[in-house]
């Protein structure tokens, strides 16, 4: 009798089996990078004229009304801008004056952006708050901070919520929600409105239906219908 | 173990001194972590001197950081005596080793005294990235690359003009992996969305595929260092874990891509192999008691208990943080009401602890051996005060943020559709605030077996019986 040693104890083919299946994921991995690196890729102030949804779009979103809606059709909640229509759709025509103007260019929301994110790194915001879900959990999820209902309640005694949010990023102490509060970063006026204008725009980013149920009165789906 | 006439190589002796920075900054985590959980219950704690930020930045790097500072010097420590020679450019190494240092030191004194910078690019380069787990400014970044550059050549070079095992053969494939992943981490962009997904490939890929695969050779080092295991059958093993960890690993990433503006078909993938993920540490968690259960009868002791009990605890602790708990929210229909609460934390305190914190200390211990010239190490009193405290807080301390995470789940999420109002109402949930407080008290338990565990690290060769001391004598005459 052959006494040829088992292949299941072969160093060789365990050697080989991890090359190639570690070579097949890799390579899986690099494909799909590509692709979602295509569909992440922030939209333009054109796409936005065209009504062309994009999963980041272009920073000049600032200018427009920005909600969050269940899409039945993709089973969880979208971000709606400029409006809906009768299908429960993005219209891209509501406007919305954001510090006194609803106009700015591709180029202005471009830097708002820029220097907001800049500053939310800056400031280490990610080591309390969570942005897109990750970060810490000592504060609340920034996401989609901009329609959180806390502004909606503030804004009326500061002339709108972007005025409120900014007052706040300037001094939170002073404005303190809750017994943990935020310190003061030494945030500057120009700052804090790049950072009110960073989170609008994330809130109009697709997050494939995170949070879920936002802002709904407890304990019912779809609730504010 | 040793070199020739019982003496240690240069390369074992770069071990210790990586060994030793990485037990401080073991403590600087956990002191800095002892802040930040004091915060979450008396929020006016050190408010506006070390705001909770800072603390956690402080926490999450030097966790971080020590365990690659471990890792280098288990490698240093391994290296030249499966390669069987002095490890090449071992001057370079040292120097690398200082620099590397200094530069933590800066990096953490900016962190402390500094904290915070205007929002420009400037604040990116010179004082924080302020992106979680890779705050180190750019600067510091660039820096970590060469050292790592240097360490890599090192590795290379030695095995190249020494024995090739397959031990040896894993860790540089994995190292090369790990080092280059570094590098995905280190731009800047507006997009939120794209920064996250690059920033996952440092931190998953890290954690979840080239640790593992790195923990897999060092556990299989120790498994024949401890037990005089069958190389043959470890290194089968070895490369079984690596298929099946990289199988899992890699695209497991997906788990983390549901939620960030990504396509939707990250959910399947994410969902199917981060669920395969926990398969490779059962097969680790079977194949070291396995391999103790053969090698027991044989009349052959433990060449190092307190090394085979940290093992042990590694294979447990890694089942468990990383599989079992990794498991329970990592669907996306579940995750996407856990994802940004108390879950992750639970599930990366016992993951992080049994998966790496564990091994690393059985590799030091492995060090501690050495240094003594010792042919065997038994447990000490305090050693076993040591793994019992830490292993038995951290697990306490994993159940209690489950705790705190099942009530913000339900309340915040489930009721309040994650509203801000309804993060505040979960967060002063009474059972909320219990689980945190029972976190906070077996925090201190962790802090009590770091004592020990240095007072043991420092003291346990001198308390070995005597027949280890008499074996050993025999060994030097010899």
């Known amino acids: ?225 | 173990m040793q070199g020739n006439n019982g003496q240690l190589y240069e390369g074992q002796k770069l071990a210790l001194k990586y060994f030793t920075v990485a037990i401080v900054l073991f403590g600087a985590q956990l002191l800095f972590g002892l802040i930040a959980a004091i915060q979450f219950l008396y929020p006016g704690f050190l408010f506006n001197t070390l705001d909770f930020s800072i603390a956690r930045i402080v926490h999450i790097n030097a966790l971080v950081v020590w365990l690659l500072y471990a890792m280098i010097g288990a490698v240093y420590w391994l290296l030249p005596d499966e390669a069987g020679r002095e490890v090449v450019g071992v001057k370079l190494g040292n120097l690398a080793f200082y620099v590397l240092t200094a530069a933590v030191a800066v990096v953490v004194l900016v962190y402390l005294f500094i904290q915070v910078g205007p929002g420009n690019e400037m604040t990116t380069w010179l004082i924080t990235e302020g992106r979680e787990y890779i705050e180190a400014p750019r600067w510091a970044d660039i820096g970590i690359v060469v050292v790592v550059l240097i360490f890599l050549y090192n590795v290379y070079a030695t095995v190249m003009s020494g024995k090739k095992t397959g031990i040896l053969a894993v860790l540089m494939a994995d190292l090369i992996a790990l080092a280059g992943l570094y590098l995905a981490g280190m731009f800047y962009t507006d997009n939120i969305s794209v920064d996250q997904f690059w920033w996952w490939w440092v931190v998953h890929l890290w954690v979840e595929a080239t640790w593992e695969v790195y923990v897999a050779a060092v556990g299989g080092y120790i498994l024949i260092k401890t037990l005089n295991a069958n190389r043959k059958v470890v290194e089968m093993w070895l490369w079984i874990e690596v298929a099946m960890m990289f199988g899992s690993g890699i695209l497991g990433l997906g788990h983390h891509y549901f939620w960030i503006g990504t396509p939707e078909y990250w959910w399947e993938i994410g969902a199917l192999f981060s669920a395969l993920e926990p398969v490779p540490l059962v097969g680790l968690f079977v194949h070291v008691l396995y391999d103790w259960g053969k090698e027991r009868g044989k009349g052959n002791t433990i060449k190092n208990v307190p090394a085979f009990a940290w093992l042990t605890v590694e294979t447990f602790g890694n089942f468990l943080g990383a599989g079992v708990w990794g498991f329970m929210h990592t669907l996306p229909q579940i995750n996407l009401y856990t994802h940004g609460t108390q879950w992750p934390a639970a599930h990366g305190h016992l993951a992080f602890f049994g998966a790496y914190v564990a091994i690393m200390i059985a590799a030091i211990y492995l060090g501690v051996q050495g240094k003594a010239g010792l042919k065997e190490l038994k447990m000490t009193k305090a050693g076993w005060w040591a793994i019992t405290l830490i292993t038995v807080g951290v697990l306490l301390m994993t159940v209690s943020l489950t705790l705190s995470a099942y009530v913000q789940t339900m309340v915040e999420r489930g009721m309040y559709g994650g509203t801000w109002e309804g993060y505040f109402v979960a967060q002063a949930n009474q059972w909320f605030v219990q689980g945190l407080g029972w976190r906070l008290a077996t925090g201190l338990m962790v802090i009590a077996g770091y004592v020990f565990l240095v007072y043991d690290l420092l003291t346990c060769t001198k308390k070995q019986p005597a027949e280890v001391y008499e074996a050993s004598g025999a060994a030097a005459a010899a």
């Open chain 1, 1 to 225: 009798m052959d006494n040829k040693p088992s292949v299941w104890t072969s160093n060789r083919f365990w050697r080989r089996s991890a090359t190639w299946v570690t070579g097949v994921s890799a390579v899986l991995l690099i494909l799909l990078t590509f692709d979602s690196m295509a569909q992440m890729q922030m939209g333009t102030a054109q796409d936005i004229k065209n009504k062309v949804d994009k999963r980041i779009p272009s920073p000049v979103v600032i200018n427009y009304k920005i909600d969050y809606q269940l899409n039945r059709k993709r089973g969880h909640e979208v971000p709606i801008i400029g409006g809906m229509d009768a299908n429960g759709n993005s219209k891209y025509e509501e406007k919305e004056k954001f510090f006194g103007r609803d106009d700015y260019s591709e180029k202005e929301a471009r830097a708002l952006i820029h220097k907001g994110k800049l500053t939310i790194q800056a400031k280490n915001c990610m080591d309390c708050h969570t942005l897109l879900g990750n970060g810490a959990y000592y504060a609340p999820d920034l996401t989609k901070a901009w329609l959180d209902p806390t502004w909606e309640t503030l804004a009326p005694a500061y002339g709108g919520k972007e005025y409120a949010m900014a007052k706040f990023l300037q001094n939170p102490p002073a404005m303190a929600m809750h017994e943990r509060k935020m310190p003061n970063l030494g945030i500057t006026k120009d700052e804090a409105k790049a950072v009110v204008a960073y989170l609008k725009f994330m809130s109009a980013i697709d997050t494939n239906g995170f949070p879920r149920n936002f802002g709904k009165i407890k304990g019912a789906v779809d609730a504010r219908k």
